[in-house]
Structure formats: C-alpha cells, structure tokens
C-alpha cells in the first residue's frame, strides 16, 4: 500500500488553516504544518500531522517544509498591523521566500497561495497591497513549478474572531453596522474554502490561474441584509434594530487606534485602511472560473453557516 499524498501547509494555527488541517487529514492526506513556537500553545494532535517549527523568515526551515511534500498550501498570512512594513514582511516577503524554497525542492510540489479578495484593489490600504505583492512575489519565484492563487472574499466560521464581535451584537439585538456604505460584499464559509483547496488537490488543474471565491449567492449581500439573516440564525427571527455607525466616526476611531498601537506595539485591525476596505462599494466576487475548472461547489448559506459559527 502506497503512503497518502504529503501536503506542507502553513498558517495551521490560525482561523483558516485550521480548518484546511482538520478537513486536510479528514480526508487521508498526510499534512506537515509549519508552527511557531510559542510558550503554553497546543498543538492539534491529529492523525496523519507532523509539527515542523519555524517561521517565514527562515529558509532553512521552509525548505524542509516543502521537501517531498506533493502540494504546498501557503496560508500563513497576517490581517493586522500599523505599518506597510508589517503586512509586507509576511504576506509579501515571507509568500516569496516560501516559494522559492518551494521552486527549488525537487521535484517541486505544486503551489496554492491564499490570497485574498483584497488584491484586487492593492492601492485600498497596506493589507490590500501586500496580498497584491505576496502574489506577484509568488509568480516570479516560481519558474516551473505549478502554481494557483485562490482570492477568497471576507471568511466567516467557527474559530474566527474579526467578525465574531458584530455577530455578537446582533444576538444581542442591536447590528453597529458602517452608515451609508451602499456596497455589496461576497462572503465564504470556511468550510467551502477548505473544500476548494480539497478539490484543487484532486482536480490537479488550474495552473497559472487566479480564482475568486465566493458562497454561490447572485448579488452577494449587503449590511442589510447580512443583519437580517444574522438575525434569524442567531435570535431565532426576533427583530434586530440596526445602529448605523457613522464612516466619519470610523475613520476617527481607526486614527486613534492606529496612533495608539504605534505607542503600545501592538498589531491594530481597526486602522484607515482597514475603513477604506470596509467601505469599499464593490467587494462581490463569484467562483463560476473555479467551478468550472475543478468542479468544485460552495455548499454552505449564510443562515445555516452563522448559527453553526456564532449561534450558543
Ligand atoms: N479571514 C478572512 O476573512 C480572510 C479572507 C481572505 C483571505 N484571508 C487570508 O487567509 C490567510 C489566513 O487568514 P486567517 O484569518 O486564518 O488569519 P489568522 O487566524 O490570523 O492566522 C494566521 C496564520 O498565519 C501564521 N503566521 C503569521 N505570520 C507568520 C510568520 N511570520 N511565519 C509563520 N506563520 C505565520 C499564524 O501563526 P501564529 O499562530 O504563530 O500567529 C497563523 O497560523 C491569510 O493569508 C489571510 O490574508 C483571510
């Protein structure tokens, strides 16, 4: 009997790439993880997982990430930060340098970068750009070896903790949602990620490709109706009253924030940039390309996904 396929994954310990590691082994791949070390942090003791430490700074250890391995599936990323430099040390700098110790393992893995909705607009805020460059970085290190980049839009699901305050307020009865931002937004489950990356692995197709991902709903949604649902996942149908949180009072909020972290060192999500993303009119996305190139489906709606998610 032949051993499963090997894929080398960063990010494992985060939101998504926890999820991709349970649906991973779930479905008898053997997964390497990348981890930082890190006092008190326990690692997933899964069947199938071997915890390689080591940071994206460090060559040395990406090499060995990637040596045998079948797939290399980069979601280490960051969404925080005060700087440019922040975001591009990681999201721009460390997805290079993982491909080219990708590039050079021979025979080279094939190579999935995740990447976000964000990219698309790199000019937006720091964040936005470095996924652009973290992009750009990957191709040109990647000379032969077969690459894909996946632009997943705004991921909700069990484990994330950026939108998980807003949900909160709306089972609560009361939705702070940005005021007179008229946009339109396409959102994912993460288990619908987690099962695009699963099938990019099989279909063993879309090389050179950038695909968008998005839940399947035509015209994706807008706060309104966001709230709405949210409403009936979480509060069983009761009503839910709307707070519009002026823009002005955001972008004050974000000043401050980002002032503050600058002081106090910490990494902000609530900066500027991060306003013009989320006042941005058009982050809707659809994942006909994806779809037809790997037969690949999302299956999971916003209702159901948000009571699973954020319901008690
Ligand atoms: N969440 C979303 O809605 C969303 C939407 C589109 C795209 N994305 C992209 O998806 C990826 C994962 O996002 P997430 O929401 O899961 O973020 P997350 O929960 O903050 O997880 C980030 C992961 O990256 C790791 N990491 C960060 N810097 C690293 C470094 N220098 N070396 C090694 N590992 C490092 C973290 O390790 P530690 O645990 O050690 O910090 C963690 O495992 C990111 O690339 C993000 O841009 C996210």
Not at 76 to 85: E, L
Not at 114 to 138: D, F, N, T
Not at 200 to 222: Q, S, V
Not at 265 to 272: E, G, I, N
Request: aromatic share 8%; proline share 8%.
């Amino acid at each position: 009997m032949t051993a499963p396929s090997l894929v080398a994954l960063t990010g494992a310990t985060g939101f998504i790439g926890a999820a991709l590691l349970s649906h991973l082994t779930g479905s008898g791949w053997r997964v390497r993880a990348l981890h930082r070390p890190r006092a008190g942090r326990v690692l997933a003791s899964l069947p199938g997982v071997e915890w390689l430490p080591g940071d994206l700074d460090d060559p040395d250890a990406l090499g060995a990430l990637a040596a045998g391995a079948d797939a290399v599936i980069h979601c280490a990323g960051t969404v925080r930060g005060a700087r440019q430099a922040d975001f591009d040390r990681v999201n721009a700098e460390g997805a290079g340098r993982i491909a080219q110790a990708a590039a050079r393992a021979a025979p080279a893995p094939r190579f999935l970068l995740l990447s976000s909705l964000a990219a698309r607009m790199p000019e937006l805020s720091h964040y936005a750009g470095s996924k652009w460059r973290g992009e750009c970085a990957v191709k040109a290190a990647s000379g032969e070896m077969r690459w894909t980049v996946l632009r997943p839009p705004a991921v909700f699901g069990p484990g994330e903790r950026e939108l998980r305050p807003l949900f909160r307020c709306i089972a609560g009865g009361f939705a702070p949602v940005p005021g007179g931002t008229p946009g339109r937004f396409s959102l994912l489950h993460v288990d619908d990620l987690a099962t695009a990356v699963l099938r990019w692995l099989t279909a063993d197709t879309g090389y050179g490709e950038t695909f968008e991902l998005d839940d399947g709903r035509p015209g994706g949604y807008d706060w309104d109706t966001v709230v709405t649902l949210a409403g009936r996942a979480l509060r069983a149908g009761r009503p839910v009253r709307r707070v519009p949180v002026p823009v002005s009072l955001l972008r004050l909020a974000a000043l401050a924030n980002l002032g503050a972290a600058r002081v106090l060192s910490y990494a902000p999500m609530l900066t500027p940039g991060k306003v013009r993303e989320i006042t941005h009119p058009d982050w809707l996305c659809d994942s006909h390309a994806f779809a037809l190139a790997t037969g690949w489906r999302p299956a999971v709606g916003l209702e159901p996904g948000l009571a699973r998610a954020y319901g008690t």
